[in-house]
């Protein structure tokens, strides 16, 4: 997939196209993205080992709101009004991962939520190191993406909402395709405040595609701590 190429070798994709043209109501529309969004899951699982039985319909997990993954995988699943993406991997290397993907959001929408998902620090981050570089629109979207993979990584770890507040973007390389994030709350007590941590983000077109992965350390350093 050319939004992640090369990412990770034990990192698994799907991705497919939602077409809503067709389809009448609000109600059909969110079962059909539900649906795409498990068959994405289920290709993902299936590209990280997976032995998929029985039909999309009788999935193997449930993806209502976050999902529940068979025993000894991890994943995650995003949705756009055009798309649905999976990422998948087995448990053995990633203790959790968080993908998502968002439109550029326009002006009138920058307006209403510009107060409620960034700190002072990073709206200098933007004044100071990325105003040359990508529209306000644009910036406020990866800071909205990537917080959103952040909560979609975290969430399954820590049973907790780590919302806007909770976390700050630190610094964003758009030419590496990295972000640095840290915690300004303490969430757990393996994840408390300071705890800082790296995702990846990528911009294709219109659209914001990013990821937050934690991989498993090595058994001696596992027993060691």
């Given at each position: ?76 699943i995003t949705y756009t009004k055009d798309f649905a993406m999976a990422a998948v991997a ?136």
């Open positions: 997939m050319k939004v992640w190429e090369s990412l990770h070798p034990q990192l698994a994709f799907s991705q497919k196209m939602i077409d809503g043209s067709e389809l009448q109501g609000v109600a059909r529309y969110r079962r059909e993205r539900r649906k795409i969004g498990r068959v994405c899951g289920e290709q993902a699982l299936s590209a990280a080992g997976y032995q998929i039985s029985g039909d999309v319909e009788s999935s193997s997990f449930k993806t209502d709101v976050i999902p529940c993954w068979p025993e000894g995988f991890v994943g995650s087995q448990q053995e290397a990633f203790k959790s991962v968080g993908i998502d993907a968002e439109r550029v959001i326009s002006e009138a929408t920058l307006a209403k939520i510009e107060k409620f998902i960034a700190s002072d620090a990073e709206q200098r981050l933007f004044s100071v190191a990325l105003c040359k570089e990508i529209s306000k629109e644009e910036f406020y979207t990866i800071l909205f993406s990537a917080k959103e993979s952040i909560y979609k990584c975290f969430y399954p770890l820590i049973q907790k909402i780590a919302g806007f507040q909770d976390v700050e973007i630190v610094s964003i390389d758009l030419k590496n395709n990295k972000f640095e994030y840290k915690f300004i709350r303490t969430l757990s007590q393996d994840f408390p405040y300071g705890y800082r941590g790296e995702g990846f983000v990528n911009m294709i077109d219109d659209n914001i595609y990013t990821l937050v992965h934690l991989e498993q350390l090595p058994a001696g350093l596992q027993k060691a701590q």
